[in-house]
């Protein structure tokens, strides 16, 4: 398979301009050399739409045939392949400025220690015996004894004490400290004895725990409960999914003949509809009128209903067992 370019030379070789500038129409890349010749290519197509825009259409395609024959070097004896690529040239990188100095090189060292020697030998000696006696005479005084020269061990030429400054410095306390006299007939001090220890305080014992309470009476539920109890509890809490150990302990407390409590209809939904039959199933439990409560009818259609239907059978029942005792 040809490439692009080999294709687009022997069209042109051929006397083929037109095919050639289609072929180079094709080129993929942006450069402004490619947009010409597809602008010549499209200008050779629709003329007449580059007419409508008062463009001229032979213009445009000259133009790129031009550049096509510039750009590949199509009217020079010289075939020979570019080092460029088909569409972009090989771009060359100008130097740039030079790299910008590392802060700080070239500064001048400005450091004492290279600055170039005293040569007045004298000065040296003289600063550095001064120095010394500074130092020895603030030992000295440290230590509680006279600075004078004549009880000074270390007064002498500078060059005694350049050569021992640094070993005195170390151990100069040592040098001025007398050592104190020995008396060799005195009995030795005996060491104190060490301090015992002070005892460790015991901790408090803990209070026994309490014991466990009794166990309490297991309370009726569902599971524990008797075929019997859950039925009975079933007829008289109708509208219930399922019996609850509550309810078993109501029924319960209603079998010994203890009275429920009547239901709570305070909040201000439980108006009218509940209040009057709930006063009238609290009378007839308080006269102990049985047969009045068996007879008294209630459309048990919502919530207030039901939990007074379930509040009239547990007064069934409690006056029932009343009247058994």
């Known amino acids: 398979m040809k490439a692009k370019l080999t294709q687009l030379r022997e069209a042109w070789a051929a006397g083929d301009q037109i095919g050639a500038l289609r072929i ?17 290519w499209d200008a050779h197509s629709n003329p007449d739409f580059y007419r409508q825009l008062r463009r001229d259409p032979e213009a445009i395609v000259a133009d790129a045939l031009a550049a ?15 080092t460029e690529t088909d569409m972009t040239k090989k771009t060359t990188r100008l130097p740039g400025p030079p790299a910008r100095a590392r802060k700080g090189r070239g500064r001048k ?3 004492v220690r290279t600055e170039a020697p005293t040569t007045d030998a004298e000065a040296i000696m003289a600063g550095l015996e001064a120095d010394a006696v500074d130092v020895l005479s603030k030992i000295a005084a440290s230590a509680g004894h006279e600075t004078s020269e004549t009880n000074m061990p270390y007064a002498g030429s500078a060059e005694t004490i350049t050569s021992d400054t640094a070993a005195d410095w170390q151990h100069g ?6 050592p104190a ?6 009995e030795p001090t005996p060491e104190p004895a060490p301090a015992e220890a002070a005892p460790k305080p015991k901790r408090a014992k ?9 166990a309490k ?4 539920t569902a599971k524990n409960a008797t075929p019997e109890q859950v039925a009975e509890a079933r007829d008289v809490f109708t509208g219930s999914q399922r019996v609850t150990p509550k309810q078993l302990a109501a029924l319960e407390a209603a079998k010994t003949g203890t009275l429920p409590e009547p239901p709570d209809f305070s909040a201000p939904s439980y108006t009218p509809p509940y209040t009057k039959p709930r006063q009238a199933l609290i009378d007839l439990a308080t006269a102990g009128d049985v047969d009045g409560l068996r007879a008294f009818a209630l459309k048990t259609y919502d919530s207030g209903f039901v939990a007074l239907d379930r509040y009239r059978k547990l007064c069934i029942v409690a006056l029932t067992a009343q009247a058994a005792a």
């Open 181 to 186: 006299p020995v008396d060799a007939t005195a």
């Open 24 to 40: 180079a129409s094709r080129f993929s890349d942006r450069s402004p050399e490619t947009k010409a010749f597809q602008r010549g």
């Open 109 to 111: 060292n400005t450091d």
């Open 68 to 82: 096509m024959a510039r750009k590949f070097r199509l009217n020079s004896s010289d075939h020979r392949q570019p």
């Open 217 to 220: 009476a297991p309370v009726a």
């Open 206 to 214: 803990k209070a026994p725990a309490k014991k466990k309470a009794a």
């Open 173 to 178: 306390r040592e040098a001025f400290a007398e």
